[in-house]
């Protein structure tokens, strides 16, 4: 089991919290040998931090809003995906899994970052909106139970 990373729609959130499943696989992040080669973190915290913000990226060009769940989960690689960026693949645990979730402060205008996301992962992340994003917009923490309030 690998602490997941899992870009979601308000929707999926939903209906993750209120039936207790969210139908699977889905994309996830995770920190893998790939992302730890590419970012260098110096520490596991470092290195989920960078997992969960490249889901919350993977959220926004999906979406055009950062909504992550956290819950450890079996990993698996993903088809297609980017190792380098802990593109994995999870059949998600029930609700009760979820540990923590994250997404922006209400109200944040997210749009050219929105915009410049809409992409392939490896070029949206370069992107300048995109990292100016990053850098001067934390995700902010919530329990598990304040689903609510984020959809």
């Given at each position: ?13 939903r209906e993750?919290?209120t ?5 699977g ?6 920190v893998t ?7 260098a973190?110096?520490?596991?915290d ?5 997992a969960?913000l490249v ?5 926004l060009?999906?979406?055009?809003r950062?909504?992550?769940?956290v819950?450890?989960a079996?990993v ?5 995906g ?12 029930g609700?009760a ?7 922006d402060?209400?109200?944040l205008d997210?749009g050219a970052?929105?915009t ?15 990292q100016?994003?990053l ?11 304040e ?5």
């Open positions: 089991m690998s602490l997941a990373f899992v870009p979601l729609t308000a929707a999926q959130l993750w919290a039936t207790g499943r969210l139908a696989p889905v994309d996830a992040c995770a040998p790939g992302l730890q080669e590419a970012f973190p110096v520490d596991s470092e290195a989920e931090r960078t969960l889901a919350s990226v993977l959220a060009g999906r979406t055009g950062r909504l992550v769940a819950a450890e079996a698996r690689p993903r088809p297609g980017d190792d380098d960026f802990g593109e994995v693949l999870v059949d998600p645990p609700y899994g979820v540990t923590s979730l994250f997404a402060e209400p109200g997210v970052a929105a410049a996301s809409a992409r392939p992962l490896a070029e949206a992340w370069e992107r300048p909106q995109v100016a994003l850098a001067d917009a934390d995700l902010l923490w919530y329990g598990p139970a689903w609510p309030r984020l959809v």
